[in-house]
């Protein structure tokens, strides 16, 4: 993949897809009843995605390049892009944001391919900076469709002279500003994505041993695939979180009313069965916390993981797991963790997914923390990112990089 760095980019206009698809909390929203109305002003939880695009934006603008941001926010719904622009989320909120961390003007255009992203661009000078707003307000840039993708890409090659991905975060999927874009103009990979993916080669290609794995996270089927590839490369799967009732159910324990993927159940014992043959350790909990329903002052206890009871539901790991993936992670050499082990969202069910956290500070050797959640849930312990080897800004995208699958963003850098 070239880097910027073998790319021409003074007194050019880049075009720079980055992920900056930021976690939002309503501001204002009315307490009860009714949603909010869509113009309310949203707050940004977790800018760490807009934190980890930093070095790519000041580098190109360093270098006299006109910097236009493309990036996505949510999945907005609607026919076109009038419907989905009246229904948010705007990326108006981001270029704030992003104009503070860069200490620095962040033009915005109100549209992605019209007549103010034309003017926005028109009016940078070399150096400056441009957000467009958010690409999925054009329904062609998710389009199953590749010729209707196609003509909004060939819309956008026009508001630039060259291409940078670093995005990270969305590489798996094949959209327009992601795949279709680059095809059409000199690219280049951004220094997230290389860092990226040079991390994740370690993750894949000789790590060293005890290779450990932490997944949680609710849904099982999201994960099969990439359990099945992680049992040709890591000793031990420690499996907790949502998904974790599933494994539970296939070991012919009874849930209550945790969730569970009945149709997983299948699978999973396939799964259980694959890894022992193949000499992989799966490490399930052997304690949960159950609460009487799914709410943050629901009342709970601990049991033991075949003592569910059947008007309870699980919302954490219980102290005797917590204590076991602990012993499982301390002579780890690689560690690679994606999805909370409980419903760290509520505090007294968060203690599972922190001590975790925890726990992986401690790691001697490479942690990389896999996604979205895991990211948001490691800062809101307040354990700064620096504590892991790498923190990841793509949850979806390193997971099926794990899996093995191509992932299109990173092919379109790779072809010429
Ligand atoms: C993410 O948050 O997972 C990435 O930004 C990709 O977004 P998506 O899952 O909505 O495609
Ligand atoms: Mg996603």
Excluded at 61 to 90: N, T
Excluded at 151 to 172: I, K, N, T
Aim: glycine share 12%; hydrophobic share 45%; net charge negative.
């Amino acid at each position: 993949m070239r880097s910027i760095d073998d790319l021409d980019v003074a007194g050019r206009r880049v075009l720079l897809r980055c992920d900056l698809n930021v976690p939002l909390d309503l501001k204002g929203a009315p307490s009860a009843g009714g949603a909010a109305p869509p113009a309310t002003p949203r707050v940004i939880t977790d800018d760490g995605r807009i934190r980890a695009s930093l070095p790519v934006i000041k580098k190109l603008s360093g270098r006299g390049a006109r910097v236009v941001i493309m990036a996505h926010l949510g999945r907005p719904k609607g026919a076109d892009f009038a419907e989905r622009a009246a229904g948010g989320p705007s990326l108006r909120v981001v270029a704030v944001r992003l104009a503070e961390l860069l200490g620095k003007q962040v033009a915005f255009a109100d549209d992605l391919a019209g007549p103010s992203a034309a003017a926005t661009v028109a009016a940078l000078t070399d150096g400056d900076v441009a957000l467009l707003e958010n690409v999925r307000f054009e329904p062609a840039e998710t389009s199953k469709d590749d010729s209707e993708r196609a003509r909004l890409a060939a819309r956008l090659a026009e508001l630039g002279d060259v291409y940078v991905g670093d995005g990270f975060g969305v590489v798996h999927r094949k959209q327009a500003s992601v795949y279709d874009l680059p095809a059409l103009l000199p690219h280049a990979a951004g220094d997230l994505i290389l860092a990226e993916v040079a991390v994740l080669k370690r993750l894949t290609e000789k790590p060293a041993r005890p290779y450990v794995v932490i997944l949680g996270g609710s849904k099982v089927s999201d994960k099969l695939g990439v359990i099945g590839n992680l049992l040709g490369l890591a000793d031990r799967l420690l499996i907790g979180g949502g998904m974790g009732y599933t494994f539970l159910k296939a070991l012919g324990y009874e849930v209550g009313n945790s969730l569970l993927e009945a149709d997983q159940v299948d699978s999973v014992k396939q799964v259980l069965a694959d890894a022992d043959r193949r000499g992989v350790e799966i490490v399930l909990p052997t304690d949960i916390v159950a609460a009487t329903h799914f709410a943050p002052d629901a009342d709970s206890v601990v049991v033991p993981a075949d003592e569910i009871p059947a008007d309870r539901e699980g919302v954490d790991i219980g102290p005797d797991t917590r204590a076991l993936f602990a012993a499982k992670l301390i002579d780890a050499r690689t560690v690679f963790w994606n999805g909370p082990l409980g419903v760290f969202e509520f505090p007294a069910f968060a203690a599972g997914t922190r001590a975790v956290a925890e726990e992986l500070t401690k790691v001697d050797g490479l942690t990389v923390i896999g996604g979205g959640d895991s990211a948001a849930a490691v800062r809101s312990f307040g354990l700064p990112d620096a504590a892991f080897g790498h923190i990841s800004t793509g949850g979806g995208a390193s997971l099926e990089y794990l899996e093995g699958k191509t992932l299109p963003g990173l092919t379109a850098l790779e072809t010429d």
